[in-house]
């Protein structure tokens, strides 16, 4: 606390990120990274960028990358926009849409980012419940009176999805606001909404290459959207941040969207890796939901969550504990990893 801050700042409950331990090596399977390395096609496009050009701005409108996007969505360019992370895309999207005034609308067990951004906004959470069994119900996204929808498909940290009819159910139930639907791990199982942009004006579809395409560490996000409501979001970036897409992030993300080959490589191991990983926990006595994700949520029906989590943090894995939250406060989300990764993860818990 400052004598500084302002009220705002003082008012803030800022997200926190999973934890990124630098006393030791640890096995990572609590931020939901991608265990493998990214293109190499993406890292020889960054090598290649780290050069004399580095003296100038970037290109502020990132187009290279948004024609590489633009080309495997089939959109146009202008149905595109980039960011910092799609933390910095949801920022923006939820500034430039849903800070209107009325509440907004999102599952009370979903990502936990919105709420800091509701918080900052000054936006009114309509919290909807998941029900018994972590599933979004779409009938529960009718006549909201709100100023806007997000939809985490799949879903996070529960990893269930919905189908693309819910989608659409959901679209059409909130014809006059804007529906973000947040598809950070679509890429492991579920059907992305992309492909009902060109019917659904009031459609924002979130992605990142954080996870599926193993860039985590560049921090490139993006919107997919009528070209309106894209216009609207560049609006507010320029009058926030002209560059905030750097040469080397947006060498590397050009490369990466265009290997769809490598895309489609590392996805399927990680789905062949998670199957197993799923059958291995049962076997231990979890209970794992359905995962259409690169991560499984989990519970032991004998054994506490927060005990298990210290455990493994002692044995050298990290798993992600949410702590004493309602509903969720027994479960833990394991991130896939690699299969030797997961494997030591079944050993360490087979001692406990
Ligand atoms: N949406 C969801 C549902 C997420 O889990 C994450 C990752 N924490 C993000 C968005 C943000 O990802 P990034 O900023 O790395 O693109």
């Given at each position: 606390m400052s004598r500084f801050w302002t009220d705002k700042i003082a008012s803030l409950d800022p997200y926190v990120p999973g934890e990124q331990p630098q006393d030791k090596k640890y096995i990572k399977l609590n931020t939901n990274e991608s265990p493998y390395a990214p293109s190499s096609k993406a890292l020889a496009a960054m090598a290649a960028e780290v050069?004399?050009?580095?003296r100038l701005y970037p290109d502020p409108n990132g187009s290279a990358l948004k024609n590489a996007l633009a080309k495997s969505y089939q959109l146009e360019a202008n149905q595109v926009f980039i960011g910092n992370g799609s933390d910095e895309v949801l920022a923006l999207a939820f500034m430039g849409y849903f800070a209107g005034g009325k509440p907004l609308a999102f599952a009370d067990v979903t990502y936990s980012f919105y709420k800091v951004y509701a918080g900052l906004y000054g936006i009114e959470p309509k919290l909807i419940s998941l029900n018994d069994n972590f599933d979004i119900v779409p009938a529960d996204y009718q006549n909201l009176d709100v100023s806007g929808v997000v939809v985490t498909n799949p879903n996070a940290p529960t990893g269930k999805a919905l189908s693309l009819a819910d989608i659409e159910f959901i679209l059409k139930a909130n014809s006059d606001v804007v529906v973000l639907v947040?598809?950070?791990?679509?890429?492991?199982g579920a059907q992305s909404a992309s492909t009902l942009i060109n019917q659904y004006p009031n459609l924002l579809v979130v992605q990142t290459l954080s996870k599926s395409r193993a860039l985590a560490g560049i921090r490139v996000g993006y919107a997919l959207g009528h070209p309106e409501l894209i216009e609207g979001l560049e609006r507010l970036k320029n009058s926030f941040n002209s560059y905030p897409v750097d040469r080397i992030a947006l060498a590397g993300a050009t490369a990466a969207v265009e290997d769809e080959a490598y895309l489609k490589e590392i996805c399927d191991k990680t789905i062949a890796t998670r199957e197993q990983s799923v059958k291995d926990l049962e076997a231990l006595g979890f209970n794992v939901l359905p995962s259409a994700t690169n991560f499984v949520f989990v519970t032991h029906p004998e054994k506490d969550a927060e005990k298990i989590y210290l455990a493994l943090k002692d044995q050298g894995i990290l798993v992600r504990y949410f702590g004493n939250?309602?509903?969720?406060?027994n479960y833990l989300r394991i991130t896939i990893g690699t299969n030797e990764e997961m494997a030591a993860l079944t050993a360490a818990l087979k001692t406990l």
């Open positions: 050069s004399e050009r580095l947040d598809e950070a791990y679509v890429d492991f939250k309602p509903r969720i406060g």
